[in-house]
C-alpha cells in the first residue's frame, strides 16, 4: 500500500500546491515499485523504449514534449491492463561528451594526447558518473513512469557486448567494409560524420568563374606560369565554382559529351593555374550543358560526385586539405586555413588575369549539426556499413505496413532518404565510445575482425597486431536500442516478452539519424520489426514559431515552469497543443491557464469530498436519476469513448482537449452548479442520490485524466473515501461502462444551450443581475423545455416561461436569441436596440453559415471519411443538422426583428 496522502476533506487546503506535493508522490510510486515491469505470461505486453538523451544534455522542452507524450501512452496502457515497460536510458554522445572533457583538460593547460587514451578515458568516465545522471534526475521531475530499475547506458556493458556482436556480424556478411571514400569531416570536431549529421543551410555565397588554359595553345606550356594569361592565340576553359580553393586538387575538367561548344577539347590537356600541373579535358554524362558554363571541375578527392566521375575515368585523387581544413599537398599554400587560402587563391588569380567574374550565388552550405562548423568533404579511409541490401529490406517493411508510421506522410519521407542513402560511414576519429573491433598485422597488414580481444594475426599468426585507433558512430550503438536493452545477444525473457517493442515516440528530425537504423538493425539481427507503431511529432517553437535557440535567448527551462506552475501544467499545455508530425507553438501563458485547470479539479474535488456522506462508488438506480445527471453521465460516456478512439489513432492533443472541455465545462462549470440545491436538499435520499453520482464521475474523470496529470490526479484519488491502492494501477474507464441516455441528454442539451445563449446576451446588453425578465420560448418540443423551467429560471435569471410552439404575435422590443432547438424572447423594450439586433443576428448567421460550410467540405472530403473513425464522422453529421437548424432559427428570428 502507498504511504497515507489522505489529509481528511476537512484538512484539504483551499488551492492545491504542487510544489508541496509531486516530489512527495513521486517518491510514493518509485517506493512502491509501480513502474517496474516484469515479464507476465496473464498480460498483453507494452513497450517503449526512451530515445535516450546525452549524458551531456539537459532537460530542456523537446524533452519534455517527448518525455510527456510517452509517460501518456505508458500510463494510459498500464491502466488498461497490460505489462507496460518504459524502458529509460542515456546515450555516451561520443563527440559532445569528449568536447566537454577536453574543454575541461584545456581550462587544466592540459589535453586528451598529454595525458594518453587510457588516462583520457578515466576522465571521461569519471565526468560521465559526476554529470551524466542529472537529466534521467530532470525527466523525473515530469512524472515519467520509466522502469528506472533496467535503466541502460549505451556503453554499459550488455550494450557493448551487442554493439561488438552486431559489427562482427556485419563484417561476417560483408556488410561492413573498410575503404577509401568521400566523407564529411568537421575540422572543429576532427572527425568523419555521416551524411545524416550534416545540416545544409542556405547560405549567400559566390560564384567564382575562373580561366584554365589548354596546354599547346598559343604557346602554353606549364613551365609559363605567369605568362599565358594574355598569350596571343591562347584558348581557355572557363569553370565556375563555389569553392575556389579545391582548384589545387583539381583531376580534370569535365564537359557533356553531347556539347558541341566543347566537342574539339575533349582529350586535349589543360594547365592548371598556380599548380603547374597538366590535367586532361573527359567527356562525362554527369556535367549539365545548361548549368553555369557546360566546364566542372573536377576534384575527386573533395565532393562526392567528382569522387564518382574520378572513379570512372581513373583520375587519381589529390587530398590537399588535413582534418583540421588547413591546406596541404606540396604548394605554396601549405599551411593556410581553408578560407585563408581561399582569399589568396582568387588574388593571385586575379592578378595572372584569370579570374574573369564573380557573381552572387545562394546556396545549401554542410554544417556540423553538433558545433554548426562548416563540413569539408573529402577521400579518407572509414569503416562503413554496405546500405543498398539493408535499405531494401526496410523499405519493403515500411512501404507493405510491417511498421505503421504516424503521420503515414513519412512514409514517404522514409522512402525517399532510404533510396538514395549513400553507405553509412561508422568510423568517428575520437577516444570516447566503442572502439572498432579491428586489429591491423604489422607483418602482413592484414585486418583481423573479433567479438574476443585477439592476440595473434587471424591470418599468419603474428602477436605484432594493432588495434583500430578510432571509435564507432555514436548512432551505430543507439541503432540497437530496441534489442540491445531488452538484453540480446542473449535470449533473455524480458527480449522473447517485450520485442517487438510497441511504439517509438520521437520528433520527425531524427527519422533518419535513428529511426532508419533502428529498423534496418532490427530486421538484420533480430529478423523482425524493432516497433510496430512509430509516432512522429514536431519541434516545440516560441510563440511567433522561431526554432528555440541559446542565440536567440528564446529557449524555456521547463524545471523553472514546474517549480512555477508544476508539472501538470507544463505537461497538459504540451500535450493539448499536439498534433502528430506537426510543429507547435508554446505559449508561457497557457501554463498559468492549465495550472488554473489543477486549480478548478482540485477545488470541484475538495467540494465534492466536503460533501459527501456516501463512501462507494456505486450509481443509484435509474429511476432515481435526474435529468441532469442521465446529461453528466451520457456525457461521461461520450467523453471516455472520444479519448478511447482518439488514443487509438494516437491524436494525444485530441484526448486531452476532450476531457478538459468535458472535466471544465460539464461536470464544473454545469453539473456542479446544478446539483448543489439537491445537496442541501433535506431529503436523505435525494442527497446521497446526488452525491453517488457525483463520486462515479469524479473517480472516473481522475482516472480518465491520470495518464495526462499524473500528480493532481493521484494526490485526489489518495482522499476518496474507501481508495484502493495508487491510481495507476486502476483500470482505465470503458465507456460501455458507463450508462448513457441520449435522449434525455439531448432534452438538457436543448435546456443548457438556452441557459447559455440567454446569459450571453444578457451580458452584451448588460441587463443587471437583479433584473429578471420573463421569458417566451418557441419550439417544436415543447415537452424539453417544460421540463427545464426550475433550471432555467435560477441559471439565466428569468422570473416567469411561457413555453409555445408559436412565436409571440407582436415582437417589437423583444430580444431574440435562437438555438438549435429553440428560438427565445426576452421583453427587453428599454434596452434593445432593433439596427443592433439584426446586425447581430446577421453576424451570428454569418458565423453559422462558415461553420456550416467547414462541416460540409469535411463530410465530401473523400480522405476524411475514409480514414475518421466512425464516431468522429457521426460527430460531424450532428454538427451539420444542429448548424443546418441553427441558421434557419436565426433567419426567422431576423425577420422577425
Same mark, same amino acid.
Given at each position: 500500500?502507498?504511504?497515507?496522502?489522505?489529509?481528511?476533506?476537512?484538512?484539504?487546503?483551499?488551492?492545491?500546491?504542487?510544489?508541496?506535493?509531486?516530489?512527495?508522490?513521486?517518491?510514493?510510486?518509485?517506493?512502491?515499485?509501480?513502474?517496474?515491469?516484469?515479464?507476465?505470461?496473464?498480460?498483453?505486453?507494452?513497450?517503449?523504449?526512451?530515445?535516450?538523451?546525452?549524458?551531456?544534455?539537459?532537460?530542456?522542452?523537446?524533452?519534455?514534449?517527448?518525455?510527456?507524450?510517452?509517460?501518456?501512452?505508458?500510463?494510459?496502457?498500464?491502466?488498461?491492463?497490460?505489462?507496460?515497460?518504459?524502458?529509460?536510458?542515456?546515450?555516451?554522445?561520443?563527440?559532445?561528451?569528449?568536447?566537454?572533457?577536453?574543454?575541461?583538460?584545456?581550462?587544466?593547460?592540459?589535453?586528451?594526447?598529454?595525458?594518453?587514451?587510457?588516462?583520457?578515458?578515466?576522465?571521461?568516465?569519471?565526468?560521465?558518473?559526476?554529470?551524466?545522471?542529472?537529466?534521467?534526475?530532470?525527466?523525473?521531475?515530469?512524472?515519467?513512469?520509466?522502469?528506472?530499475?533496467?535503466?541502460?547506458?549505451?556503453?554499459?556493458?550488455?550494450?557493448?557486448?551487442?554493439?561488438?556482436?552486431?559489427?562482427?556480424?556485419?563484417?561476417?556478411?560483408?556488410?561492413?567494409?573498410?575503404?577509401?571514400?568521400?566523407?564529411?569531416?568537421?575540422?572543429?570536431?576532427?572527425?568523419?560524420?555521416?551524411?545524416?549529421?550534416?545540416?545544409?543551410?542556405?547560405?549567400?555565397?559566390?560564384?567564382?568563374?575562373?580561366?584554365?588554359?589548354?596546354?599547346?595553345?598559343?604557346?602554353?606550356?606549364?613551365?609559363?606560369?605567369?605568362?599565358?594569361?594574355?598569350?596571343?592565340?591562347?584558348?581557355?576553359?572557363?569553370?565556375?565554382?563555389?569553392?575556389?580553393?579545391?582548384?589545387?586538387?583539381?583531376?580534370?575538367?569535365?564537359?557533356?559529351?553531347?556539347?558541341?561548344?566543347?566537342?574539339?577539347?575533349?582529350?586535349?590537356?589543360?594547365?592548371?593555374?598556380?599548380?603547374?600541373?597538366?590535367?586532361?579535358?573527359?567527356?562525362?554524362?554527369?556535367?549539365?550543358?545548361?548549368?553555369?558554363?557546360?566546364?566542372?571541375?573536377?576534384?575527386?578527392?573533395?565532393?562526392?560526385?567528382?569522387?564518382?566521375?574520378?572513379?570512372?575515368?581513373?583520375?587519381?585523387?589529390?587530398?590537399?586539405?588535413?582534418?583540421?581544413?588547413?591546406?596541404?599537398?606540396?604548394?605554396?599554400?601549405?599551411?593556410?586555413?581553408?578560407?585563408?587560402?581561399?582569399?589568396?587563391?582568387?588574388?593571385?588569380?586575379?592578378?595572372?588575369?584569370?579570374?574573369?567574374?564573380?557573381?552572387?550565388?545562394?546556396?545549401?552550405?554542410?554544417?556540423?549539426?553538433?558545433?554548426?562548423?562548416?563540413?569539408?568533404?573529402?577521400?579518407?579511409?572509414?569503416?562503413?556499413?554496405?546500405?543498398?541490401?539493408?535499405?531494401?529490406?526496410?523499405?519493403?517493411?515500411?512501404?507493405?505496413?510491417?511498421?505503421?508510421?504516424?503521420?503515414?506522410?513519412?512514409?514517404?519521407?522514409?522512402?525517399?532518404?532510404?533510396?538514395?542513402?549513400?553507405?553509412?560511414?561508422?568510423?568517428?576519429?575520437?577516444?570516447?565510445?566503442?572502439?572498432?573491433?579491428?586489429?591491423?598485422?604489422?607483418?602482413?597488414?592484414?585486418?583481423?575482425?573479433?567479438?574476443?580481444?585477439?592476440?595473434?594475426?587471424?591470418?599468419?599468426?603474428?602477436?605484432?597486431?594493432?588495434?583500430?585507433?578510432?571509435?564507432?558512430?555514436?548512432?551505430?550503438?543507439?541503432?540497437?536500442?530496441?534489442?540491445?536493452?531488452?538484453?540480446?545477444?542473449?535470449?533473455?525473457?524480458?527480449?522473447?516478452?517485450?520485442?517487438?517493442?510497441?511504439?517509438?515516440?520521437?520528433?520527425?528530425?531524427?527519422?533518419?539519424?535513428?529511426?532508419?537504423?533502428?529498423?534496418?538493425?532490427?530486421?538484420?539481427?533480430?529478423?523482425?520489426?524493432?516497433?510496430?507503431?512509430?509516432?512522429?511529432?514536431?519541434?516545440?517553437?516560441?510563440?511567433?514559431?522561431?526554432?528555440?535557440?541559446?542565440?536567440?535567448?528564446?529557449?524555456?527551462?521547463?524545471?523553472?515552469?514546474?517549480?512555477?506552475?508544476?508539472?501538470?501544467?507544463?505537461?497538459?499545455?504540451?500535450?493539448?497543443?499536439?498534433?502528430?508530425?506537426?510543429?507547435?507553438?508554446?505559449?508561457?501563458?497557457?501554463?498559468?491557464?492549465?495550472?488554473?485547470?489543477?486549480?478548478?479539479?482540485?477545488?470541484?474535488?475538495?467540494?465534492?469530498?466536503?460533501?459527501?456522506?456516501?463512501?462507494?462508488?456505486?450509481?443509484?438506480?435509474?429511476?432515481?436519476?435526474?435529468?441532469?445527471?442521465?446529461?453528466?453521465?451520457?456525457?461521461?460516456?461520450?467523453?471516455?469513448?472520444?479519448?478511447?478512439?482518439?488514443?487509438?489513432?494516437?491524436?494525444?492533443?485530441?484526448?486531452?482537449?476532450?476531457?478538459?472541455?468535458?472535466?471544465?465545462?460539464?461536470?464544473?462549470?454545469?453539473?456542479?452548479?446544478?446539483?448543489?440545491?439537491?445537496?442541501?436538499?433535506?431529503?436523505?435520499?435525494?442527497?446521497?442520490?446526488?452525491?453517488?453520482?457525483?463520486?462515479?464521475?469524479?473517480?472516473?474523470?481522475?482516472?480518465?485524466?491520470?495518464?495526462?496529470?499524473?500528480?493532481?490526479?493521484?494526490?485526489?484519488?489518495?482522499?476518496?473515501?474507501?481508495?484502493?491502492?495508487?491510481?495507476?494501477?486502476?483500470?482505465?474507464?470503458?465507456?460501455?461502462?458507463?450508462?448513457?441516455?441520449?435522449?434525455?441528454?439531448?432534452?438538457?442539451?436543448?435546456?443548457?444551450?438556452?441557459?447559455?445563449?440567454? $446569459?450571453? &446576451?444578457? *451580458? /452584451?446588453?448588460?441587463?443587471?443581475?437583479?433584473?429578471?425578465? !420573463?421569458? @417566451?420560448?418557441? =419550439?417544436?418540443?415543447?415537452?424539453?423545455?417544460?421540463?427545464?423551467?426550475?433550471?432555467?429560471?435560477?441559471?439565466?435569471?428569468?422570473?416567469?416561461?411561457?413555453?409555445?410552439?408559436?412565436?409571440?404575435?407582436?415582437?417589437?422590443?423583444?430580444?431574440?436569441?435562437?438555438?438549435?432547438?429553440?428560438?427565445?424572447?426576452?421583453?427587453?423594450?428599454?434596452?434593445?436596440?432593433?439596427?443592433?439586433?439584426?446586425?447581430?443576428?446577421?453576424?451570428?448567421?454569418?458565423?453559422?453559415?462558415?461553420?456550416?460550410?467547414?462541416?460540409?467540405?469535411?463530410?465530401?472530403?473523400?480522405?476524411?471519411?475514409?480514414?475518421?473513425?466512425?464516431?468522429?464522422?457521426?460527430?460531424? $453529421?450532428? &454538427?451539420? *443538422? /444542429?448548424?443546418?437548424?441553427?441558421?434557419?432559427?436565426?433567419? !426567422?428570428? @431576423?425577420?422577425? =426583428?
Amino acid at each position: 500500500m502507498p504511504q497515507d496522502f489522505n489529509l481528511g476533506a476537512d484538512a484539504l487546503p483551499k488551492q492545491y500546491s504542487p510544489k508541496d506535493a509531486e516530489s512527495r508522490i513521486y517518491q510514493m510510486w518509485l517506493d512502491g515499485g509501480y513502474f517496474h515491469a516484469r515479464v507476465n505470461p496473464d498480460k498483453k505486453p507494452f513497450c517503449i523504449v526512451i530515445p535516450p538523451p546525452n549524458v551531456t544534455g539537459q532537460l530542456h522542452l523537446g524533452h519534455a514534449f517527448d518525455e510527456t507524450l510517452q509517460d501518456v501512452l505508458t500510463r494510459f496502457k498500464r491502466m488498461q491492463g497490460f505489462e507496460a515497460l518504459w524502458l529509460p536510458g542515456t546515450d555516451h554522445a561520443g563527440i559532445a561528451t569528449q568536447a566537454k572533457v577536453e574543454e575541461q583538460l584545456r581550462s587544466e593547460g592540459t589535453s586528451r594526447h598529454e595525458l594518453g587514451r587510457e588516462k583520457f578515458l578515466e576522465r571521461v568516465w569519471a565526468w560521465k558518473e559526476k554529470y551524466g545522471s542529472k537529466i534521467v534526475e530532470q525527466i523525473k521531475k515530469l512524472g515519467a513512469s520509466c522502469d528506472w530499475e533496467r535503466e541502460r547506458f549505451t556503453m554499459d556493458e550488455g550494450c557493448s557486448h551487442a554493439v561488438r556482436e552486431v559489427f562482427v556480424n556485419l563484417y561476417e556478411k560483408g556488410l561492413i567494409y573498410k575503404g577509401s571514400r568521400i566523407i564529411n569531416l568537421c575540422p572543429k570536431c576532427a572527425t568523419a560524420l555521416s551524411d545524416a549529421e550534416v545540416d545544409h543551410i542556405e547560405e549567400d555565397g559566390h560564384f567564382w568563374h575562373l580561366r584554365y588554359p589548354v596546354y599547346g595553345s598559343g604557346g602554353v606550356s606549364s613551365d609559363n606560369a605567369t605568362d599565358y594569361a594574355n598569350a596571343p592565340g591562347a584558348e581557355f576553359v572557363t569553370v565556375a565554382t563555389t569553392r575556389p580553393e579545391t582548384m589545387l586538387g583539381d583531376s580534370a575538367v569535365a564537359v557533356n559529351p553531347e556539347d558541341e561548344r566543347y566537342t574539339h577539347l575533349v582529350g586535349k590537356t589543360l594547365v592548371l593555374p598556380l599548380t603547374n600541373r597538366k590535367i586532361p579535358v573527359i567527356a562525362d554524362e554527369y556535367v549539365d550543358r545548361e548549368f553555369g558554363t557546360g566546364c566542372v571541375k573536377i576534384t575527386p578527392a573533395h565532393d562526392p560526385n567528382d569522387f564518382e566521375v574520378g572513379k570512372r575515368h581513373s583520375l587519381p585523387e589529390i587530398l590537399i586539405l588535413t582534418p583540421t581544413a588547413v591546406v596541404t599537398g606540396g604548394t605554396r599554400y601549405d599551411g593556410l586555413p581553408r578560407f585563408d587560402a581561399r582569399k589568396q587563391i582568387l588574388a593571385d588569380l586575379e592578378a595572372q588575369g584569370l579570374l574573369i567574374k564573380t557573381e552572387e550565388h545562394r546556396h545549401a552550405v554542410g554544417h556540423c549539426s553538433r558545433c554548426n562548423e562548416t563540413v569539408e568533404p573529402m577521400v579518407s579511409e572509414q569503416w562503413f556499413v554496405k546500405m543498398e541490401p539493408l535499405a531494401a529490406k526496410s523499405l519493403d517493411c515500411v512501404d507493405n505496413g510491417g511498421i505503421k508510421f504516424v503521420p503515414e506522410r513519412f512514409v514517404k519521407t522514409f522512402d525517399n532518404w532510404m533510396n538514395s542513402a549513400r553507405d553509412w560511414c561508422i568510423s568517428r576519429q575520437l577516444w570516447w565510445g566503442h572502439r572498432i573491433p579491428a586489429w591491423y598485422c604489422e607483418k602482413c597488414g592484414k585486418i583481423t575482425v573479433s567479438r574476443e580481444d585477439p592476440t595473434e594475426c587471424s591470418h599468419c599468426g603474428s602477436h605484432e597486431i594493432k588495434q583500430d585507433e578510432d571509435v564507432l558512430d555514436t548512432w551505430f550503438s543507439s541503432a540497437l536500442w530496441p534489442f540491445s536493452t531488452l538484453g540480446w545477444p542473449e535470449k533473455t525473457p524480458e527480449l522473447e516478452y517485450f520485442y517487438p517493442t510497441s511504439v517509438l515516440v520521437t520528433g520527425y528530425d531524427i527519422l533518419f539519424f535513428w529511426v532508419a537504423r533502428m529498423i534496418f538493425s532490427g530486421l538484420e539481427q533480430m529478423g523482425e520489426r524493432p516497433f510496430e507503431t512509430v509516432l512522429f511529432h514536431g519541434l516545440i517553437r516560441d510563440e511567433q514559431g522561431r526554432k528555440m535557440s541559446k542565440s536567440l535567448g528564446n529557449g524555456v527551462d521547463p524545471l523553472e515552469v514546474i517549480d512555477e506552475y508544476g508539472a501538470d501544467a507544463l505537461r497538459f499545455n504540451i500535450i493539448t497543443g499536439n498534433s502528430p508530425g506537426n510543429d507547435m507553438r508554446y505559449f508561457p501563458a497557457r501554463c498559468e491557464a492549465m495550472r488554473n485547470f489543477a486549480n478548478k479539479i482540485w477545488n470541484a474535488s475538495r467540494f465534492v469530498l466536503l460533501n459527501l456522506t456516501v463512501s462507494d462508488v456505486t450509481l443509484p438506480p435509474e429511476s432515481e436519476l435526474r435529468a441532469e445527471d442521465k446529461w453528466i453521465l451520457t456525457k461521461l460516456h461520450d467523453t471516455i469513448a472520444e479519448v478511447l478512439t482518439n488514443f487509438d489513432v494516437l491524436e494525444l492533443g485530441i484526448a486531452a482537449n476532450s476531457l478538459y472541455d468535458f472535466i471544465w465545462t460539464g461536470f464544473c462549470d454545469w453539473y456542479i452548479e446544478l446539483v448543489k440545491p439537491r445537496l442541501m436538499s433535506e431529503d436523505a435520499a435525494e442527497k446521497q442520490s446526488c452525491e453517488r453520482v457525483l463520486l462515479y464521475v469524479l473517480t472516473h474523470l481522475l482516472k480518465a485524466l491520470h495518464p495526462f496529470m499524473p500528480f493532481i490526479t493521484e494526490y485526489v484519488w489518495q482522499q476518496l473515501p474507501a481508495v484502493d491502492g495508487v491510481i495507476m494501477t486502476q483500470e482505465y474507464p470503458e465507456a460501455d461502462k458507463i450508462p448513457r441516455f441520449p435522449e434525455d441528454a439531448r432534452r438538457f442539451d436543448a435546456v443548457r444551450d438556452a441557459i447559455s445563449a440567454i $446569459r450571453t &446576451r444578457r *451580458a /452584451e446588453m448588460n441587463v443587471p443581475q437583479k433584473m429578471q425578465p !420573463s421569458l @417566451l420560448i418557441e =419550439t417544436n418540443s415543447p415537452e424539453d423545455f417544460t421540463a427545464g423551467i426550475a433550471q432555467i429560471k435560477k441559471l439565466a435569471g428569468i422570473s416567469e416561461i411561457t413555453v409555445s410552439s408559436t412565436a409571440p404575435s407582436e415582437t417589437a422590443g423583444y430580444a431574440v436569441i435562437a438555438t438549435a432547438a429553440a428560438k427565445l424572447y426576452l421583453p427587453l423594450a428599454e434596452l434593445v436596440d432593433l439596427a443592433e439586433e439584426r446586425a447581430r443576428l446577421s453576424r451570428e448567421i454569418a458565423a453559422a453559415e462558415k461553420n456550416l460550410a467547414g462541416v460540409e467540405g469535411k463530410l465530401s472530403n473523400e480522405q476524411f471519411m475514409s480514414k475518421a473513425p466512425d464516431s468522429v464522422v457521426q460527430k460531424e $453529421r450532428d &454538427r451539420l *443538422a /444542429e448548424l443546418t437548424t441553427l441558421i434557419e432559427n436565426l433567419k !426567422s428570428a @431576423l425577420s422577425r =426583428t
